[in-house]
């Protein structure tokens, strides 16, 4: 409770009448304008009865119009229990939501004012401005958090404590930031020379300290291409083809070259092969015409292909 109603609050008994006078006597002090008699007097009407709505929500009002804005929400809250809660409760609990950014609550309590009155000129009013700065402030809140992941993956390497063996490794393999870790995969990482186990936990322990992990984005590409792959065959190939992608990759029966290859990239399924193109396999070390041919035989065999160039991942 405010400091300014613990110094007016008076204990009183529980009587519906006196409520009722003293609720006639702060509407004649409202009329007068003198609001803050027009407090103490719905002060007492309600600890009188304080099951009283208008009453709760008279003295709600003023308070939020005095500055005490903590005490007439809880009021506000109290009088919208009532069933059915009052519309203008409702308005003024959701402008007191709105201003502490609260909007989704501002907002569903704004919907049940225009669900019940879709007529409702203030209701309809309040409900587009809450909705517009709730979207508003949601957007302002993911570009900061974009700017802040942004920020972070390009901090250099050099910034954080690793071994020299570490530093080396990275800098061999042009590996400057944390954003360019997140786009490598383990595999790719213990296939460097010198590049041992300590090494990998040394670098995966670093990034688990920021809540990232060694190849993040390279799965969240591969995760993307696959959703492309399964959205275009949704569009075309028989239901046969796109029951095919969940099937393991060994089921295709590739060389022992081919496999290891293609394990290198973290490819555990036929969707997450055909999401790759013929310059991402040509890359793999120990990749060769081959090893592709042999890929593109085995999957034309299930009507399926690898993603070309100009298809988005």
């Not at 007439?72 to 709105?98: G, K, S």
Request: aromatic share 6%; proline share 3%; charged share 30%.
């Amino acid at each position: 409770m405010s400091e300014f109603a613990s110094e007016t609050a008076t204990a009183m008994p529980h009587d519906p009448q006196a409520a009722e006078d003293l609720f006639k006597k702060g509407r004649e002090a409202e009329a007068r304008t003198d609001r803050w008699e027009a407090i103490r007097l719905y002060r007492q009407a309600f600890e009188a009865a304080p099951e009283h709505r208008e009453i709760c929500f008279r003295l709600a009002y003023h308070l939020d119009l005095v500055g005490e804005e903590d005490e007439a929400l809880e009021l506000f809250e109290r009088a919208c229990e009532a069933q059915p809660a009052p519309l203008n409760a409702m308005i003024n609990l959701a402008l007191l939501y709105e201003d502490e950014g609260r909007f989704v609550q501002a907002e569903r309590l704004l919907k049940m004012v225009v669900e019940t009155d879709p007529n409702h000129a203030r209701g309809r009013l309040f409900l587009k401005d809450v909705s517009a700065s709730r979207d508003m402030y949601y957007d302002e809140e993911s570009q900061r958090i974009h700017d802040k992941q942004t920020s972070l993956l390009e901090t250099p390497v050099t910034d954080f404590e690793l071994s020299a063996r570490a530093r080396n490794c990275l800098k061999k393999m042009n590996i400057r930031t944390l954003g360019d870790l997140l786009r490598v995969s383990e595999a790719e990482l213990m296939a460097y020379k010198n590049f041992g186990e300590s090494t990998l936990n040394e670098i995966k322990d670093m990034l688990s300290e920021k809540g990232l992990q060694i190849g993040q984005s390279q799965r969240q590409m591969q995760q993307a291409a696959r959703e492309q792959v399964y959205t275009q065959l949704a569009e075309g190939a028989d239901e046969s083809a796109r029951g095919t992608l969940d099937k393991p990759v060994e089921d295709l029966d590739l060389s022992v070259r081919a496999r290891k290859a293609i394990g290198l990239l973290n490819i555990s399924t036929i969707g997450d092969l055909v999401a790759r193109t013929e310059a991402e396999l040509l890359g793999i070390k120990n990749f060769g015409q081959t090893s592709l041919d042999e890929i593109v035989e085995k999957l034309a065999e299930h009507d399926l292909s690898l993603r070309k160039l100009d298809e988005p991942s």
